[in-house]
Protein backbone atom coordinates (compact mmCIF):
# COMPACT_ATOMS: atom_id res chain seq x y z
CA UNK A 1 0.00 0.00 0.00
CA UNK A 2 1.19 3.69 -0.74
CA UNK A 3 0.91 6.47 0.51
CA UNK A 4 0.64 9.39 -2.07
CA UNK A 5 0.59 13.25 -1.36
CA UNK A 6 1.26 15.93 -4.16
CA UNK A 7 3.86 18.34 -3.30
CA UNK A 8 1.51 21.12 -2.08
CA UNK A 9 0.20 18.87 0.84
CA UNK A 10 3.47 17.39 1.50
CA UNK A 11 4.54 21.38 2.02
CA UNK A 12 1.57 22.42 4.17
CA UNK A 13 1.95 19.16 6.41
CA UNK A 14 5.43 19.70 7.58
CA UNK A 15 5.98 21.39 10.38
CA UNK A 16 9.81 21.20 11.21
CA UNK A 17 12.36 19.56 9.22
CA UNK A 18 15.73 19.00 11.49
CA UNK A 19 18.68 18.25 9.15
CA UNK A 20 21.37 20.53 10.46
CA UNK A 21 22.24 18.22 13.10
CA UNK A 22 20.64 14.89 12.32
CA UNK A 23 17.86 13.87 10.12
CA UNK A 24 14.06 13.97 10.91
CA UNK A 25 11.30 15.82 10.43
CA UNK A 26 8.27 16.65 12.12
CA UNK A 27 4.68 16.67 9.67
CA UNK A 28 0.82 15.75 9.96
CA UNK A 29 -0.06 12.52 8.99
CA UNK A 30 -3.13 10.65 9.13
CA UNK A 31 -2.49 7.91 11.77
CA UNK A 32 -2.90 5.27 8.66
CA UNK A 33 0.36 7.17 7.05
CA UNK A 34 2.08 7.28 10.32
CA UNK A 35 1.54 3.67 10.67
CA UNK A 36 3.32 2.66 7.53
CA UNK A 37 5.87 4.69 7.69
CA UNK A 38 6.78 3.03 11.13
CA UNK A 39 6.55 -0.22 9.57
CA UNK A 40 9.58 -2.62 9.22
CA UNK A 41 9.58 -2.39 5.40
CA UNK A 42 10.81 1.45 5.90
CA UNK A 43 14.54 0.49 6.72
CA UNK A 44 16.02 4.21 6.46
CA UNK A 45 13.28 5.08 9.25
CA UNK A 46 14.65 5.00 12.75
CA UNK A 47 11.59 5.61 14.79
CA UNK A 48 8.15 7.39 14.22
CA UNK A 49 6.26 8.81 17.70
CA UNK A 50 3.71 11.35 18.47
CA UNK A 51 5.48 14.82 17.67
CA UNK A 52 2.85 16.57 19.24
CA UNK A 53 2.92 14.73 23.10
CA UNK A 54 4.36 17.05 25.43
CA UNK A 55 6.75 16.75 28.39
CA UNK A 56 7.17 18.57 31.59
CA UNK A 57 9.72 21.09 33.05
CA UNK A 58 11.67 19.68 35.89
CA UNK A 59 10.04 22.89 37.90
CA UNK A 60 13.16 29.52 17.28
CA UNK A 61 13.61 33.05 16.37
CA UNK A 62 16.82 34.34 14.26
CA UNK A 63 20.48 34.55 16.19
CA UNK A 64 20.07 38.01 14.87
CA UNK A 65 18.55 38.56 18.06
CA UNK A 66 21.34 40.08 20.67
CA UNK A 67 20.81 40.22 24.40
CA UNK A 68 23.45 41.59 26.77
CA UNK A 69 26.68 39.86 26.98
CA UNK A 70 25.66 37.37 28.86
CA UNK A 71 22.47 36.17 26.63
CA UNK A 72 24.27 35.96 23.15
CA UNK A 73 20.78 35.16 21.03
CA UNK A 74 17.64 33.49 21.91
CA UNK A 75 15.37 30.48 19.72
CA UNK A 76 11.48 29.65 20.53
CA UNK A 77 9.59 26.67 19.54
CA UNK A 78 6.46 26.50 19.20
CA UNK A 79 4.95 24.19 16.64
CA UNK A 80 1.31 23.93 17.75
CA UNK A 81 1.03 27.57 17.90
CA UNK A 82 -0.40 27.58 20.83
CA UNK A 83 -0.30 30.07 23.53
CA UNK A 84 -1.93 30.29 27.15
CA UNK A 85 -2.93 33.41 28.39
CA UNK A 86 0.24 33.26 31.13
CA UNK A 87 2.85 33.26 27.91
CA UNK A 88 4.59 35.48 27.11
CA UNK A 89 5.30 35.57 23.60
CA UNK A 90 7.87 35.33 22.20
CA UNK A 91 11.07 35.04 24.14
CA UNK A 92 10.47 36.10 27.71
CA UNK A 93 10.27 33.41 30.44
CA UNK A 94 6.88 33.44 32.03
CA UNK A 95 7.11 31.55 34.98
CA UNK A 96 10.66 31.78 35.79
CA UNK A 97 12.13 28.54 35.34
CA UNK A 98 14.04 29.09 32.81
CA UNK A 99 15.66 31.85 34.78
CA UNK A 100 16.50 30.04 37.72
CA UNK A 101 17.53 26.87 35.57
CA UNK A 102 19.69 29.04 33.32
CA UNK A 103 21.27 30.66 36.49
CA UNK A 104 22.15 27.89 38.50
CA UNK A 105 24.27 26.65 34.93
CA UNK A 106 26.18 29.69 33.85
CA UNK A 107 25.21 32.65 36.25
CA UNK A 108 27.02 35.51 37.29
CA UNK A 109 28.47 35.75 40.49
CA UNK A 110 26.05 37.92 42.72
CA UNK A 111 27.30 39.08 46.12
CA UNK A 112 25.05 39.65 48.88
CA UNK A 113 22.18 37.52 48.20
CA UNK A 114 20.23 35.93 50.05
CA UNK A 115 16.57 35.22 51.32
CA UNK A 116 15.08 38.01 53.77
CA UNK A 117 18.73 38.75 54.98
CA UNK A 118 19.10 34.59 55.43
CA UNK A 119 22.29 32.96 54.62
CA UNK A 120 23.79 36.24 52.81
CA UNK A 121 26.60 35.37 50.42
CA UNK A 122 28.14 35.06 47.20
CA UNK A 123 25.68 33.21 44.75
CA UNK A 124 27.17 31.41 41.75
CA UNK A 125 26.60 28.97 39.23
CA UNK A 126 28.56 26.01 37.48
CA UNK A 127 30.14 28.25 35.13
CA UNK A 128 29.80 31.67 35.95
CA UNK A 129 32.22 33.29 33.13
CA UNK A 130 29.66 30.84 30.33
CA UNK A 131 27.79 32.69 27.67
CA UNK A 132 24.29 31.47 27.09
CA UNK A 133 22.02 30.73 24.55
CA UNK A 134 18.49 30.32 24.80
CA UNK A 135 16.18 27.96 23.23
CA UNK A 136 12.68 28.37 24.23
CA UNK A 137 10.72 24.73 24.09
CA UNK A 138 8.46 25.03 27.32
CA UNK A 139 5.27 26.80 27.75
CA UNK A 140 2.12 26.66 29.89
CA UNK A 141 0.99 23.42 28.39
CA UNK A 142 4.47 21.81 28.80
CA UNK A 143 7.45 20.87 26.49
CA UNK A 144 6.56 20.12 22.86
CA UNK A 145 8.49 17.19 21.78
CA UNK A 146 8.61 17.87 17.78
CA UNK A 147 10.01 21.47 19.39
CA UNK A 148 12.82 19.87 21.92
CA UNK A 149 14.32 18.03 18.83
CA UNK A 150 14.08 21.06 16.92
CA UNK A 151 16.18 23.08 19.38
CA UNK A 152 18.05 20.13 19.92
CA UNK A 153 19.04 20.35 16.03
CA UNK A 154 19.91 23.88 15.98
CA UNK A 155 21.48 24.27 19.26
CA UNK A 156 24.01 21.27 17.77
CA UNK A 157 24.39 23.10 14.44
CA UNK A 158 25.16 26.55 16.31
CA UNK A 159 28.29 25.06 18.11
CA UNK A 160 26.90 25.40 21.87
CA UNK A 161 29.78 23.56 24.22
CA UNK A 162 27.23 22.14 27.04
CA UNK A 163 23.26 21.44 26.61
CA UNK A 164 21.27 22.08 29.93
CA UNK A 165 17.82 20.87 29.81
CA UNK A 166 16.08 20.95 32.95
CA UNK A 167 12.83 19.03 31.95
CA UNK A 168 12.16 15.48 31.23
CA UNK A 169 9.89 12.54 30.96
CA UNK A 170 9.34 9.97 33.91
CA UNK A 171 10.55 6.43 33.51
CA UNK A 172 10.49 7.97 29.59
CA UNK A 173 11.38 4.56 27.05
CA UNK A 174 15.33 5.50 26.31
CA UNK A 175 14.50 5.36 22.45
CA UNK A 176 10.90 7.31 22.29
CA UNK A 177 12.23 10.07 24.48
CA UNK A 178 13.33 13.47 22.68
CA UNK A 179 15.77 14.11 25.37
CA UNK A 180 17.30 11.10 24.80
CA UNK A 181 17.22 11.10 20.82
CA UNK A 182 18.66 15.07 20.69
CA UNK A 183 21.77 14.35 23.26
CA UNK A 184 22.50 11.52 21.89
CA UNK A 185 23.61 13.34 18.47
CA UNK A 186 24.58 16.14 20.50
CA UNK A 187 27.22 13.33 21.81
CA UNK A 188 28.24 12.49 18.76
CA UNK A 189 29.41 15.81 17.71
CA UNK A 190 31.67 16.24 21.56
CA UNK A 191 28.77 18.35 23.22
CA UNK A 192 27.51 16.76 26.68
CA UNK A 193 24.08 16.78 27.48
CA UNK A 194 23.35 18.03 31.40
CA UNK A 195 19.34 16.92 32.72
CA UNK A 196 17.37 17.25 35.78
CA UNK A 197 16.92 13.85 37.72
CA UNK A 198 13.32 15.24 37.94
CA UNK A 199 10.86 16.61 40.98
CA UNK A 200 9.07 13.68 41.52
CA UNK A 201 10.86 12.82 44.70
CA UNK A 202 11.08 10.74 46.67
CA UNK A 203 9.21 8.03 45.31
CA UNK A 204 11.57 5.68 44.42
CA UNK A 205 12.15 5.04 40.52
CA UNK A 206 10.67 8.13 39.79
CA UNK A 207 14.07 9.54 38.48
CA UNK A 208 13.77 11.25 34.26
CA UNK A 209 16.27 11.60 32.06
CA UNK A 210 17.96 7.77 32.39
CA UNK A 211 19.92 7.26 29.34
CA UNK A 212 24.05 6.90 30.09
CA UNK A 213 25.37 9.22 27.85
CA UNK A 214 23.43 11.96 29.46
CA UNK A 215 24.52 13.65 33.17
CA UNK A 216 21.42 13.05 35.26
CA UNK A 217 21.75 15.43 38.04
CA UNK A 218 20.09 15.16 41.35
CA UNK A 219 19.44 18.45 43.52
CA UNK A 220 21.46 18.63 46.78
CA UNK A 221 21.10 21.21 49.95
CA UNK A 222 23.31 23.99 51.36
CA UNK A 223 25.53 23.83 54.53
CA UNK A 224 22.93 26.12 56.05
CA UNK A 225 19.58 25.19 58.12
CA UNK A 226 17.05 27.96 58.69
CA UNK A 227 15.78 27.54 62.67
CA UNK A 228 12.66 29.07 63.58
CA UNK A 229 12.13 28.19 67.35
CA UNK A 230 8.85 27.73 69.27
CA UNK A 231 8.66 29.17 72.79
CA UNK A 232 5.74 28.00 74.54
CA UNK A 233 4.33 29.85 77.70
CA UNK A 234 6.03 27.14 80.71
CA UNK A 235 9.61 27.86 79.47
CA UNK A 236 10.02 24.88 76.83
CA UNK A 237 11.67 25.68 73.21
CA UNK A 238 11.69 23.16 70.34
CA UNK A 239 13.78 23.94 67.22
CA UNK A 240 11.48 23.77 63.96
CA UNK A 241 11.68 24.87 60.21
CA UNK A 242 10.25 27.10 57.83
CA UNK A 243 11.37 30.26 56.33
CA UNK A 244 9.47 33.56 57.07
CA UNK A 245 10.08 36.92 57.87
CA UNK A 246 7.74 37.75 60.82
CA UNK A 247 9.03 38.58 63.88
CA UNK A 248 6.41 38.35 66.77
CA UNK A 249 9.06 40.44 68.83
CA UNK A 250 9.16 37.46 71.50
CA UNK A 251 5.70 38.40 72.42
CA UNK A 252 3.36 35.50 73.73
CA UNK A 253 -0.20 34.60 72.14
CA UNK A 254 -2.98 32.68 73.06
CA UNK A 255 -2.24 29.02 71.76
CA UNK A 256 -5.59 26.89 70.39
CA UNK A 257 -5.61 23.89 68.66
CA UNK A 258 -7.31 23.90 65.21
CA UNK A 259 -9.80 21.10 66.32
CA UNK A 260 -11.20 23.63 69.06
CA UNK A 261 -12.01 26.11 66.19
CA UNK A 262 -14.40 24.32 64.13
CA UNK A 263 -16.89 25.92 62.01
CA UNK A 264 -19.75 24.45 62.41
CA UNK A 265 -22.31 26.14 60.14
CA UNK A 266 -20.09 24.89 57.38
CA UNK A 267 -20.34 20.99 58.77
CA UNK A 268 -17.28 21.15 59.59
CA UNK A 269 -15.90 19.80 63.33
CA UNK A 270 -12.60 18.73 65.02
CA UNK A 271 -11.91 16.08 62.80
CA UNK A 272 -11.86 18.57 59.66
CA UNK A 273 -10.42 21.69 61.56
CA UNK A 274 -7.59 19.71 63.19
CA UNK A 275 -6.08 20.07 59.67
CA UNK A 276 -5.97 23.60 59.43
CA UNK A 277 -7.71 24.01 55.57
CA UNK A 278 -9.10 26.98 54.47
CA UNK A 279 -12.55 27.66 56.07
CA UNK A 280 -12.86 25.07 58.48
CA UNK A 281 -12.28 27.93 61.00
CA UNK A 282 -14.11 29.70 63.30
CA UNK A 283 -12.53 33.25 62.56
CA UNK A 284 -13.52 34.40 66.23
CA UNK A 285 -11.73 31.65 67.90
CA UNK A 286 -8.62 31.83 65.32
CA UNK A 287 -8.34 35.79 65.56
CA UNK A 288 -5.16 36.71 67.34
CA UNK A 289 -4.00 33.30 68.71
CA UNK A 290 -1.12 31.23 67.53
CA UNK A 291 -2.61 27.74 65.59
CA UNK A 292 -1.88 24.36 66.02
CA UNK A 293 -2.50 21.76 63.40
CA UNK A 294 -2.14 18.29 62.70
CA UNK A 295 -1.24 18.12 59.47
CA UNK A 296 1.07 19.56 57.30
CA UNK A 297 -1.04 22.29 55.36
CA UNK A 298 -0.79 25.65 53.70
CA UNK A 299 -1.24 28.79 55.97
CA UNK A 300 -4.16 29.57 54.06
CA UNK A 301 -6.57 28.80 56.43
CA UNK A 302 -5.01 30.43 59.85
CA UNK A 303 -4.48 33.56 57.41
CA UNK A 304 -7.74 34.37 56.17
CA UNK A 305 -9.43 34.10 59.71
CA UNK A 306 -6.53 36.66 61.28
CA UNK A 307 -4.26 34.22 62.98
CA UNK A 308 -0.83 35.51 64.15
CA UNK A 309 0.75 32.15 63.16
CA UNK A 310 0.64 28.49 62.99
CA UNK A 311 2.78 25.22 64.16
CA UNK A 312 2.61 22.48 61.82
CA UNK A 313 4.58 18.62 61.66
CA UNK A 314 7.47 18.25 59.68
CA UNK A 315 7.19 15.83 57.08
CA UNK A 316 9.58 13.17 55.15
CA UNK A 317 8.23 15.03 52.48
CA UNK A 318 9.00 18.30 53.53
CA UNK A 319 11.29 20.56 52.53
CA UNK A 320 12.32 23.44 54.75
CA UNK A 321 12.59 26.43 52.35
CA UNK A 322 9.20 26.65 51.31
CA UNK A 323 7.94 29.93 52.34
CA UNK A 324 4.69 31.03 54.34
CA UNK A 325 2.78 33.98 54.78
CA UNK A 326 2.83 34.42 57.99
CA UNK A 327 4.83 33.05 61.36
CA UNK A 328 4.84 29.55 61.22
CA UNK A 329 7.10 26.57 61.91
CA UNK A 330 7.40 22.93 61.55
CA UNK A 331 8.43 20.71 64.06
CA UNK A 332 9.88 17.27 64.01
CA UNK A 333 7.02 14.19 64.72
CA UNK A 334 9.04 13.40 67.93
CA UNK A 335 8.55 16.72 69.25
CA UNK A 336 5.34 17.68 68.12
CA UNK A 337 3.17 15.88 70.58
CA UNK A 338 4.07 17.96 72.99
CA UNK A 339 2.49 21.06 72.09
CA UNK A 340 -1.09 19.36 72.46
CA UNK A 341 -0.13 17.91 75.92
CA UNK A 342 0.61 21.61 77.04
CA UNK A 343 -2.35 23.19 75.58
CA UNK A 344 -4.75 20.66 77.63
CA UNK A 345 -2.87 20.80 80.85
CA UNK A 346 -2.42 24.53 81.15
CA UNK A 347 -5.54 27.14 81.54
CA UNK A 348 -4.21 30.17 79.34
CA UNK A 349 -1.79 27.89 76.64
CA UNK A 350 0.51 30.69 75.41
CA UNK A 351 3.38 30.62 73.18
CA UNK A 352 5.51 32.61 70.25
CA UNK A 353 7.50 32.04 67.08
CA UNK A 354 10.94 33.14 67.05
CA UNK A 355 12.41 34.89 64.80
CA UNK A 356 13.84 32.67 61.94
CA UNK A 357 17.79 32.19 62.16
CA UNK A 358 20.84 30.59 60.10
CA UNK A 359 22.75 27.31 61.56
CA UNK A 360 25.53 25.74 60.31
CA UNK A 361 24.03 22.81 58.66
CA UNK A 362 26.36 19.43 60.11
CA UNK A 363 24.39 17.39 58.44
CA UNK A 364 24.69 18.47 54.95
CA UNK A 365 24.35 17.41 52.28
CA UNK A 366 21.42 15.45 51.84
CA UNK A 367 18.84 15.26 48.51
CA UNK A 368 15.53 17.19 49.43
CA UNK A 369 12.52 15.39 49.03
CA UNK A 370 11.31 16.42 45.93
CA UNK A 371 14.66 15.20 43.96
CA UNK A 372 13.87 12.24 41.89
CA UNK A 373 15.33 8.93 43.06
CA UNK A 374 16.72 5.63 41.00
CA UNK A 375 16.83 3.04 40.31
CA UNK A 376 17.12 3.24 36.69
CA UNK A 377 14.32 0.81 35.67
CA UNK A 378 14.46 0.99 31.63
CA UNK A 379 18.59 0.15 32.22
CA UNK A 380 19.49 -0.93 35.46
CA UNK A 381 23.45 -1.47 35.22
CA UNK A 382 23.07 2.31 34.54
CA UNK A 383 23.38 4.41 38.17
CA UNK A 384 21.03 7.28 38.14
CA UNK A 385 20.94 10.17 39.05
CA UNK A 386 24.72 10.06 38.34
CA UNK A 387 25.95 12.88 41.60
CA UNK A 388 23.38 15.99 43.09
CA UNK A 389 24.55 19.66 42.60
CA UNK A 390 25.33 21.75 39.39
CA UNK A 391 27.73 20.70 36.99
CA UNK A 392 30.82 22.29 35.46
CA UNK A 393 32.74 21.52 32.15
CA UNK A 394 36.67 21.24 30.55
CA UNK A 395 35.96 22.69 27.10
CA UNK A 396 38.74 20.53 25.33
CA UNK A 397 37.42 17.13 27.09
CA UNK A 398 35.01 14.99 25.58
CA UNK A 399 31.11 14.25 26.64
CA UNK A 400 32.26 11.72 28.74
CA UNK A 401 35.70 12.69 29.99
CA UNK A 402 33.43 15.42 31.60
CA UNK A 403 31.30 13.01 33.01
CA UNK A 404 33.75 10.61 34.37
CA UNK A 405 35.62 13.67 35.92
CA UNK A 406 32.50 15.34 37.85
CA UNK A 407 31.68 11.13 38.79
CA UNK A 408 34.74 10.36 40.53
CA UNK A 409 35.61 13.42 42.18
CA UNK A 410 32.20 13.73 44.17
CA UNK A 411 32.18 14.07 47.82
CA UNK A 412 31.38 10.84 49.17
CA UNK A 413 27.79 11.13 50.65
CA UNK A 414 27.16 9.64 54.27
CA UNK A 415 24.82 6.65 53.13
CA UNK A 416 23.23 6.81 56.60
CA UNK A 417 21.42 10.28 55.52
CA UNK A 418 19.62 7.96 52.97
CA UNK A 419 19.46 4.25 54.16
CA UNK A 420 16.50 3.56 51.87
CA UNK A 421 18.02 4.99 49.31
CA UNK A 422 21.49 5.31 49.12
CA UNK A 423 22.89 5.89 45.59
CA UNK A 424 19.91 6.13 44.13
CA UNK A 425 19.35 9.75 45.71
CA UNK A 426 23.13 10.87 45.26
CA UNK A 427 24.58 8.75 42.93
CA UNK A 428 28.22 8.96 43.23
CA UNK A 429 28.28 11.90 45.52
CA UNK A 430 27.98 15.70 45.62
CA UNK A 431 30.28 17.64 43.12
CA UNK A 432 34.01 18.71 43.84
CA UNK A 433 34.46 21.36 41.22
CA UNK A 434 38.13 22.43 42.56
CA UNK A 435 39.10 18.36 41.95
CA UNK A 436 37.01 17.89 38.83
CA UNK A 437 39.50 19.93 37.00
CA UNK A 438 42.81 17.83 37.44
CA UNK A 439 40.57 13.85 38.24
CA UNK A 440 43.79 12.13 37.47
CA UNK A 441 42.05 8.59 35.66
CA UNK A 442 38.70 9.33 33.42
CA UNK A 443 36.76 6.87 31.44
CA UNK A 444 36.11 7.73 28.66
CA UNK A 445 33.77 6.50 25.67
CA UNK A 446 32.39 6.94 22.07
CA UNK A 447 28.98 6.76 20.65
CA UNK A 448 30.13 3.38 19.03
CA UNK A 449 30.67 1.89 22.97
CA UNK A 450 26.86 3.19 24.05
CA UNK A 451 25.73 1.44 20.38
CA UNK A 452 27.67 -1.82 21.71
CA UNK A 453 26.63 -1.41 25.01
CA UNK A 454 22.63 -1.52 24.46
CA UNK A 455 23.20 -4.11 21.33
CA UNK A 456 24.45 -6.88 24.22
CA UNK A 457 20.82 -6.01 25.83
CA UNK A 458 19.22 -6.62 22.21
CA UNK A 459 17.87 -3.19 22.44
CA UNK A 460 18.09 -0.72 19.35
CA UNK A 461 19.83 2.72 20.02
CA UNK A 462 18.86 5.92 18.86
CA UNK A 463 19.85 7.04 15.35
Same mark, same amino acid.
Given at each position: ?????N???????L???N??????F???F????????????M?????V????? !??????G /?????LG????I?????????F?D???I????DS?????????I?A????????????A?????S????????????????G?SI?D??A? #?D?A?A????????? !??MS???? #?T?P???????????????? /????N?????????????W???V??????R? #??T???L???????GS??N?????G??F??????D????????NSET??????G???S?K?????VL?N??S?D??????D?VG?????????DP????R??? /????????P????Y???????????L???????LY??Y???F?S????L???DI?K?D???????H?R????A??SA?M? /????????KHE??R??A???G????TK?????L?F???????V?F??N?????P?
Amino acid at each position: MAVKLNTLAAKESLIYSNSRSFNGFVAKFLDEAATILGGEEMEDVATVTDCCS !FIQEDHG /TSWDYLGPIKIIGVRYYNSQNFYDTTDIIPLRDSVGHGTHTASIAAGREVAGASVFGLAQGIATSGIPNARIAVYKVCWAMGCSIADILAA #FDDAIADGVDIISAS !FGMSAAYT #FTDPVAIGSFHALKKGILTI /TAAGNYGPLRASISNVSPWLLTVGASTIDRK #FVTQLALGNGKTFMGSAINNFDLKGDMFPLIWGGDASNYPVNANSETSKYCNAGDFDSQKIKGKIVLCNYRSNDAGILHTDGVGVVMPFQSVDDPDFLFRIAT /TLISPEEIPKVPDYIKTSKNPKATILVIETWKDLYAPYVPSFSSRGPNLMVPDILKPDLIAPAAAHPRWSPTAIKSALMT /TAYVVDPKKHENEREFAYGLGLLNPTKAVDPGLVFDASEKDYVDFFANKATTPPR
